[in-house]
């Protein structure tokens, strides 16, 4: 990731993000993504392609075209697993011989592997190697402690070793849950706060995640009497307000996501989305239904936060009045 990120101020030709961590996968296309296709032009100036989506023509043109007042264009190919050969047989063209205003971009778990006697992928992958970057993210090259701290950047929260070993005990070491946890502890704890075994428990071993989507659910549809309702139910069955904000504040971001990923037409594992697979669908509806303004929702949480790190033991009367003001809007 570091060498991609050094890169993006001079981008080379070709970035291939691969492997099997699609979290990591998902940052490394979202970093280029934010520094190449931003700024007023950016529709004009950034097209995306899936197998099977899009003709192969439209593709070779799109890696051809000229940028319109910006200085580059960048040409995405997601999902590279399923490319065909026509597909792989374009972008290898490109990689051998690229155009000054073309940054291209392809993501995905692997390479799609030989056929008919030729492996089109490897053949990219070595020319992209000589024009641009070939990124692999698999679970092997990660250390997952370091993983996890550097999930807990945004919030400066601390995490040691025994915090650590309870993370891994109770999700064990996939990324994409690790990292779930782990923003739900920091969450939690609030910035600079540190994340102790004893959090985790508490954070990741209790309510269960089905439990507060019914709240979430709510929020999204701005049902104020379920989500009132919900909301009293996980307070009486015990659960602290503090740590219902933290799994609430998760799922909410969650839901940001899937709203994003759908308006740019990326898959959830691309986004990084950590939704249920069984309720992607019905979120996506109730967003499309009546689409959530990011910006006021990470303002009410930031005052959420605020207000209930100042009652460290929990005061539920911050809690119902983030959510009332989440439903009425």
């Known amino acids: 990731m570091d060498e991609i990120l050094a890169s993006l101020a001079k981008p080379p030709a070709v970035y291939a993000c691969l492997g099997d961590q699609g979290v990591l996968v998902s940052e490394a296309v979202a970093a280029i993504r934010k520094a190449l296709a931003g700024g007023p032009m950016a529709a004009f100036n950034h097209a995306v392609f899936s197998p099977g989506e899009e003709s192969v023509g439209g593709l070779r043109d ?11 264009r960048l ?7 399923g490319a065909d050969k026509r597909t792989l047989e374009a972008i290898l063209e490109f990689a051998q011989s690229p155009v000054d205003t073309t940054v291209l971009l392809v993501s995905g778990e ?6 008919e006697g030729a492996d089109l992928g490897a053949r990219f992958l070595n020319a992209a190697k000589k024009v641009g970057l070939v990124c ?7 250390d997952p402690l370091a ?7 945004p919030w400066r929260a601390k995490l040691g070793q025994p915090a650590f070993q309870k993370l891994v005990e109770l999700g064990g070491e ?28 508490l954070v ?27 909301l009293h139910r996980l307070l009486e069955d015990g659960e602290p307000p503090h740590k219902l904000l933290a799994s609430v504040a998760f799922q909410l971001r969650q839901v940001l996501l899937l ?22 669908r019905a979120v996506r509806a109730a967003i499309e239904a009546r689409p959530v303004s990011p910006s006021t929702w990470l303002e009410e949480l930031a005052v959420a936060n605020r207000r209930m790190n100042s009652f460290r033991a929990g005061d539920r009367r911050v809690l119902e009045a983030f959510v009332m003001r989440l439903v009425v809007r």
Do not use: H
């Not at 040409?75 to 697993?81: D, G, I, K, N, Y």
């Not at 037409?265 to 691309?270: I, V």
């Open 62 to 72: 799109a890696l051809r075209q000229v940028p319109v007042m910006a200085p580059r």
């Open 75 to 81: 040409v995405e190919l997601r999902q590279a697993e």
């Open 110 to 115: 692997k390479m799609p592997a030989a056929a």
């Open 136 to 142: 692999k993210f698999e679970a092997r090259s990660v």
């Open 147 to 153: 993983f996890a701290r550097a999930r807990c950047a």
């Open 174 to 201: 996939d990324l994409d849950t690790l990292a779930g946890n782990v923003e739900r502890c920091a969450g939690y704890v609030g910035e600079g706060g540190e994340i102790t075994a004893d959090v985790v428990e």
């Open 204 to 230: 990741c071993a209790s309510t269960a995640d089905a439990d507060v989507w019914k709240l979430t659910d709510a929020i999204v549809e701005r049902n104020r009497d379920v989500a009132l309702s919900e």
């Open 259 to 280: 709203q994003d990923a759908t308006r740019r037409k990326l898959n959830e594992r691309e986004a990084g989305v950590r939704i249920p697979p069984f309720k992607i």
